[in-house]
Nanobody, 122 residues
């Protein structure tokens, strides 16, 4: 069994900051890429940022220079530091983790967290 759980969402004013955390737990052989997605009402879920097991990062253009993704491999945890938040960032943020449960690559699968709400408003 594998579980992915996000935390850290909340209400913040424009220009403020939040730090999201996501922890993967359970039977885990290796955690590969981890990423943050967001989904606003009526919109498709979109990739915000991702990070490989070696620390290679990608960002959506809308958050470059404002958000920073990082990870702690020893804790199977990924973080999203969100600075200079804008109302357009308001969405449910989901964590995704590419996890291999055992030595055999056939056990590799993507897992999603339950989501955490981020609301940017005055």
């Amino acid at each position: 069994q594998v579980q992915v759980v996000e935390s850290g969402g909340g209400l913040v004013q424009p220009g403020g900051s939040l730090r999201l955390s996501c922890v993967a737990s359970g039977t885990i052989f290796r955690v590969n890429d981890m990423g943050w997605y967001h989904q606003a009402p009526g919109k498709e879920r979109k990739l915000v940022a991702s990070i490989s097991s070696g620390g290679l990062t990608t960002y959506d253009d809308s958050v470059k220079g404002r958000f920073t993704i990082s990870r702690d491999n020893a804790k199977n945890t990924v973080y999203l530091q969100m600075n200079s938040l804008e109302p357009e960032d308001t969405a449910v943020y989901y964590c995704n983790a590419d996890i291999q449960r055992e030595w055999h690559p056939s056990t590799r699968k993507n897992y999603w967290g339950q989501g955490t709400q981020v609301t940017v408003s005055s």
